[in-house]
């Protein structure tokens, strides 16, 4: 094994677990033989099973994006609870500390091109989306603060990460938007969130560098709404990066 790198499927023990906001959990893992990780790039994903021989879930593989800073000792995953979902539903109810997983290496091509530090970066989710896009936040982050965040959710009572975000956008300077498309009574605009709505073509012209490189993930109708969006404010495609979480 080099660098932490494996072929296959390596074995991963879950060291903590703990709610990110209601229907959400981030999972921690650690290599079982006590050796390095591969350290990811964000925006890449862990493609794994359930170390079990119950036949309902053993070989079943699913892939979760890798939601920290990237390093060599320790993964976490943060997980949106799917009614029905076979492994999400899993994850939440029947993974427990000390548990194992069997994962293949991180991959994925949803990745920041870095020859292009100088071009502002507008990374823009929706839902549980965050997790690449907060991985690539605290990456890019720790090098340059030309970057807009957006983050579009329902409302307060699902708003993962809003903390850590918060602290990353204060602390560099980076402009950090929060979009609530269906606010409690008691959420308060331009305390608790920025817009109300969806993140529309008419915020984008007005309020975004259309000369920046675009990253985005959610569900599939909110990243075809704002892929059309850009296209039709003038950004070119090759500007435009997007990440389906669809297993088909
Ligand atoms: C590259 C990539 C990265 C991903 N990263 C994450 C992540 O960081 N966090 C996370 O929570 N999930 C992520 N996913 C989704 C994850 O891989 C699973 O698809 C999801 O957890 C559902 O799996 P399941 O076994 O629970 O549901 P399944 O048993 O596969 O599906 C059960 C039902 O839910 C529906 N369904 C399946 N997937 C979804 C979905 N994503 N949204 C809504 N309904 C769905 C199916 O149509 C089906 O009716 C990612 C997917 C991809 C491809």
Redesign the pocket.
């Known amino acids: 094994m080099i660098n932490g790198t494996w072929n296959g499927f390596r074995e991963l023990v879950l060291v903590d677990k703990s709610e990110v906001c209601p229907g959400i959990i981030s999972f921690y893992f650690k290599s079982k033989d006590g050796g390095k990780l591969a350290k990811h790039t964000a925006g890449q ?1 862990l493609p794994f099973k359930i170390k079990t021989d119950n036949p309902k879930y053993k070989d079943v593989i ?4 890798l ?1 920290m800073f990237p390093n060599d000792e320790l993964y976490r ?4 609870k ?1 009614d ?6 899993y994850l939440h109810e029947n993974l427990n500390i000390g548990d194992s997983i069997e994962a293949m290496i991180p991959t ?1 091509l949803f990745t920041i091109n870095n020859g292009s530090k100088n071009i502002p970066l507008v990374l823009i989710s929706a839902g ?1 989306g965050i ?1 690449p896009l907060l991985s690539m936040l605290y990456e890019e982050s720790a090098t340059r603060n030309n970057i807009q965040f957006i983050q579009a959710v329902q409302n307060s009572s699902i708003h993962p990460f809003k903390e850590d975000i918060d602290a990353i956008a204060k602390s560099r300077g980076i402009k950090n938007t929060i979009f609530y498309s269906n606010p409690l009574e008691n959420d308060k605009l331009g305390i608790d969130y920025d817009y109300t709505g969806y993140v529309s073509k008419e915020y984008l012209k007005d309020n975004v560098d259309l000369n920046s490189d675009f990253y985005f993930c959610g569900p599939p109708p909110f990243m075809k709404a704002l892929e059309n969006s850009l296209l039709e404010l003038g950004v070119p495609s090759d500007r435009i990066h997007y ?5 088909n």
């Open positions: 994903f699913r892939t979760y994006s939601s995953i943060s997980v949106k799917i029905g979902g076979l492994i999400s539903t994925g549980i997790t990440e389906l979480f669809s297993n």
